[in-house]
């Protein structure tokens, strides 16, 4: 009779317990990897979801009739993101500069154009950050299980080599850990590479979103006074290009809506 064959065992765990040093750094380091990548994906669902949420909050405000000042007022207290920010930073400067100058100059549009500009940049870096970590994880996680993966195979080999035997308790285990460490890199990099693509198409759209934004625009062009605001000049100037071009227009969703005022 033929000796009974050893049981191989492959659970995850035995795997892991069996494999060469170098597969196990390999192993622990891409499922860190992943679990860090899908604490980013998580954290950056919920940021663009509320972010999303507050810019239309904001726009519905911005176009019930509510005084602009009353607006400033009520923002200023809170912590802003989105247009809300790029409103309440340009009402800031608006107000610096008036204690400088009663009178509104060309310079004070480029200053506040400026910080405008500088908001939109701040809030696309907030958006944008630790993506690069997705994208790093997603290039390179396949790489490194397939470096665990030749580790593993190499280590069969040797275990042939030592034994002199090609039986499959001898040849298994190298093989299994090393396609485990393959499956550990895909795990890590599938996700990753996915919501890298989906979160950049979502960091192009907010920022498209924030730059044609109602507050780019000057409202009293519409029947909003705007005198003492930071628009009045753009206005004007908008005003005298539609008289002699017939296309000044301001760009932008120029509509009201009757929503209630800005909850706090």
């Known amino acids: ?25 390999v192993m622990i380091g891409l499922l860190l990897a992943s679990v ?17 949420k507050e810019t ?6 911005f176009w019930s009739g ?14 802003n993101v989105s247009m809300a920010a790029m409103f309440v930073a340009a009402m800031r400067e608006w107000k610096r500069s008036l204690e400088q100058t009663s009178k509104p100059t060309h310079g004070v549009q480029l200053r ?10 701040r809030e696309v870096d907030r958006l944008e950050r630790r993506l690069n970590f997705l994208a790093t994880v997603g290039s390179t996680a396949p790489f490194i299980g ?11 080999f040797q275990a042939i080599a030592n034994s002199k035997n090609t ?16 499956a550990l890199g895909l795990l890590a990099a599938i996700p990753a590479v996915i919501f890298f693509n989906k979160f950049n198409n979502d960091v192009a759209r907010l920022t ?14 519409h029947g909003r006074s705007t005198e003492a605001e930071p628009w009045a000049p753009a206005c004007r100037q908008a005003a005298t290009g539609a008289g002699a071009a017939g296309a000044g227009a301001p760009r932008g969703p120029w509509r009201r809506s009757t929503s209630r005022p800005w909850s706090m």
């Open 66 to 79: 509510q005084s602009l000042e009353e607006l400033y007022q009520a923002l200023s207290q809170r912590r």
């Open 167 to 182: 039986n499959l308790a001898v040849v298994a285990p190298g093989i299994a850990e090393a396609l485990f460490a393959t």
């Open 146 to 156: 397939l470096f665990g993966t030749v580790w593993g195979i190499m280590t069969s």
């Open 112 to 121: 506040i154009e400026k910080v405008m500009d500088v908001t939109i940049n």
């Open 208 to 221: 498209a979103r924030m730059e044609a934004s109602p507050t780019s625009s000057p409202p009293s062009c």
């Open 36 to 52: 860090w990548s899908w604490a980013i994906i998580i954290e950056k669902i919920f940021l663009y979801a509320r972010f999303r």
């Open 56 to 61: 239309d909050r904001f726009e519905q405000v």
């Open 1 to 25: 009779m033929n000796p009974p064959e050893a049981t191989v065992d492959l659970s995850i765990f035995s795997l892991f317990a069996n494999a060469h040093i170098i597969v196990q750094l």
